[in-house]
Every structure is written in structure tokens, then in C-alpha cells.
């Protein structure tokens, strides 16, 4: 059984936050761990953000069908790492 991490890039943050968030939704019992790392200042929120999730055991299918449907929202880039 191999330990599945994505690691996403939201390019426009801002623009594609919705349908990103409703990804997660959809496929959140998969999840196991979700990390959004992005900067924020006072005034503004960085228009990139950098996503870490750990996909739950035995839920390969899952991780690939979630990174397919990531890449179709644009402005996404999707680096998978297997253990």
C-alpha cells in the first residue's frame, strides 16, 4: 500500500478558491491531511497559495480522479509524491 501526497499550486488563489473548496468537499473523506500554506499580509492575501494533502489509505483511484478534476479548474499545477 503506497502513501499518496499532492502537492498543489494555486496560481490565481483568489479566482480559483471556490471550485478548488468544493473539490476538497467532494473528495474529503479520501483526505487524511490538508495543508494550505499561503501569505498573508494585513491588507491583502497572497494570489498564490500552496496546498499539502495526504490521501487516506487504499484511495488511489480517489487521489487520481481528485488530481484529474484539479487540473481542470486552470491555473493548478499537481506534483504527486509516493512513498
Do not use: W
Not at 4 to 19: G, H, Y
Not at 26 to 41: M, W
Not at 51 to 61: F, M, N, W
Amino acid at each position: 500500500m503506497n502513501k499518496i501526497i499532492l502537492v498543489i499550486t494555486l496560481q490565481q488563489r483568489i479566482e480559483t478558491a471556490t471550485k478548488f473548496q468544493n473539490l476538497l468537499t467532494e473528495y474529503g473523506c479520501c483526505i487524511n491531511t490538508h495543508i494550505g500554506l499561503h501569505t498573508s499580509q494585513t491588507d491583502s492575501c497572497s494570489p498564490t497559495g500552496l496546498v499539502l494533502r495526504e490521501i487516506a489509505d487504499s484511495q488511489e483511484e480517489k487521489a487520481a480522479e481528485s488530481e484529474k478534476k484539479l487540473l481542470e479548474i486552470g491555473d493548478v499545477v499537481v506534483q504527486k509524491m509516493v512513498f
